[in-house]
């Protein structure tokens, strides 16, 4: 039978439990008051982006995104790991590993070879994702720093089935980055529809995958700050979804009319 509460984590420092979960609180009301947000109106970059809408002065785009997602994803949540947490056990190496293999993609390659529509964007864009960057990473990696797994996590069945997720969804959202930056290569005047494998099916496989790879990442941790991470991913994804799918349908006339925006033939 398994442990419902395979870990051990804190036991010893009441001050660092309460700092943990008052923050995962936080981190549920933060995720709640964006998809209230964006559900109302779009983020306003890229293809939502209007020339009458103000976020701020203008930056460059890669090292903007790159500061936002690489400082809090791969900086931040490497020292909090090392310097603060104590638990160096398997299960804690291999989350810390696949955390990485996801922030060194998203924030130092994918800017960097992206084409995107505008070599700048508004500085509150990259802004708006660095605060909640640094808080889920922070909270990622207090908890695989600080979360000493039962012996044998590795064969506990939620284990194994979250790192098969996370990789799933790791692959389908590297696929459809691939084949947005191809899309865009070959076309030079704007936005056009994308087609193959999972675009066949919805608007948008890269915010697909990513929802696949947080909610194995939840899974597999087995943890609260690992859960309201993977909300607030949905937050921003299904929002964002809809709001792409709709822009879609309204650019292109003959778009797929049988194509949902998120999750494959639900939504």
Known sequence: M?????????????VHFWIHYGLCAFGFLLAVITFISQTTKPAPYGRHHKSDQSCGPMVHQRIAHTI?????????????????????????????????CHYIHRGIIHPWIMKYSSPTTPLGIPLGGLFPNLLYSFLNADWIGSANYDPGYYKDPRFIIGIVVF???????????????????????????PHGCLFNMISCPNYFGEMLEWFGWALGTWSLAGTVWWLFSCATFVPRARHNHQWYKEQFPDYPENRKALIPLLY
């Open 167 to 193: 990789i799933t969804g790791y692959i389908i959202n590297r696929y459809a980055d691939i084949a947005l930056c191809k899309l865009r290569a070959n076309n030079s005047i704007g936005y056009s529809i």
């Open 68 to 100: 936002s997602d690489a400082t809090p994803g791969v900086l931040l949540f490497s020292l909090v790991f090392f310097l603060y947490g104590t638990e160096r056990e398997y299960p804690n190496i291999i989350f810390f590993c696949l955390w990485l």
């Open 2 to 14: 398994l442990n419902a509460l395979p870990w051990t984590a804190f036991e010893h420092d009441k």
